[in-house]
């Protein structure tokens, strides 16, 4: 990619105040690839960061992640699940500010089912802390056009929460 | 809109390599920073640590690591390792020759007044034993904004060919 030739923000969002989630929605279908990144805290400590796509709450999603929270690497799977998670075996802080990194590969394409890769950092945090990454997988040939980003359990996304998407341009 | 992936600042080592790399003076115009590390060093070990500075700081850093070497897979908590933060190890100069260690950092929201949260993602690969995949949580518990990003080894000299390169994104 050269510098300064893509990544062109579609839209931002920093909460004022504690929500129980961020969406995008209308995105455009003009790019190769999104990523989506977020950072700040979340109200419940320990709380994991997922995502739904275009309004989809059915068991659409599945995941592998691969995580370590300090002493131990762990990997498993998720099947059949209402979402993708950012993270699954570690958690989000209620006070050290965390981060999350995703790719959301040939998203605006009608024929394949859309992948995803994640990676969720919370270095500092007092319950479930750790790196993660994760494989996702959401089993529809529809074009992304929306992104709900919210935490598990129906727990807030603290003040300061922020998410912003880019689009990526192959050519 | 505006493009926002933008080349800030590069280095490249010079014949006889360099103690430091040193990016100073970064603007506060962008929202996230990416800097992209390839380095080796002429340290005798095969791989050593390198370390990261934010603002020169040799405090408060800490980080949640997992790593996998090819036949198992470990993590491992990270405080301050001399005076910095550990991102990962680095090919030293007995790996095969022409190899280098490769990193990916992305420092969200660098000049908020939070303290920072950062992601690595490292390789170090040799083509032999003790080769690695690394995943890097890092958080810098400062308050002040990024100005400068320092990235050193201890004990020995980052070779010619190892270059950094630092990207701002602004989102908007």
Not at chain 1, 75 to 103: E, K, L, V
Not at chain 1, 154 to 170: D, E, H, K, P, R
Not at chain 2, 97 to 126: H, Q
């Amino acid at each position: 990619m050269a510098a300064g030739s893509t990544y062109v923000p579609l839209a931002t969002n920093t909460l004022g105040s504690a929500a129980t989630s961020i969406d995008f929605t209308s995105i455009i279908s003009s790019y190769t690839d999104l990523i989506l990144i977020v950072s700040g805290t979340v109200v419940t400590n320990g709380a994991g960061i997922f995502i739904q796509l275009n309004s989809d709450t059915a068991s659409n999603y599945s995941f592998t992640y691969l995580s370590g929270n300090g002493t131990t690497a762990a990997s498993g799977r998720r099947a059949s699940q209402a979402y993708i998670g950012f993270n699954w075996n570690t958690g989000w802080s209620d006070t050290a500010q965390c981060n999350g990194i995703m790719h959301l590969q040939n998203y605006a394409n009608t024929t394949t089912y859309k992948t995803t890769i994640a990676r969720s950092n919370n270095a500092n945090g007092s319950s479930l802390p750790g790196t993660e990454t994760t494989a996702g997988l959401w089993r529809s040939t529809s074009a992304i056009n929306a992104i709900k980003v919210y935490t598990a359990g129906g727990g807030n996304l603290a003040s300061g929460f922020t998410a912003t998407l880019y689009g990526i341009v192959a050519a | 809109m505006a493009n926002t992936y933008t080349l800030i600042a590069s280095s490249t080592a010079g014949s006889g390599g360099v103690a430091n790399i040193d990016f100073t003076s970064i603007p506060a115009t962008y929202t996230d920073l990416n800097i992209l590390l390839s380095a080796r060093t002429n340290d005798a070990s095969i791989y050593g640590a390198i370390k990261l500075q934010f603002n020169n700081s040799t405090t408060t850093y800490s980080g949640k690591e997992i790593y996998g070497s090819g036949t198992a897979a470990a993590s491992y908590t990270r405080g301050v390792t001399d005076n910095g933060l550990y991102i990962g190890d680095v090919n030293g100069n007995t790996t095969t020759a022409n190899s280098f260690s490769n990193f990916s950092i992305y420092i969200p929201n660098y000049t908020s007044s939070n303290y920072k949260s950062v992601s690595v993602d490292g390789v170090e690969e040799n083509n032999a034993t003790e080769t690695y995949s690394r995943l890097l949580a890092g958080l810098w518990s400062s308050a002040s904004a990024i100005t400068s990003v320092k990235f050193s080894f201890t004990g020995a000299t980052i070779l010619e060919y190892s270059t950094a390169y630092l990207y701002g994104i602004k989102n908007s």
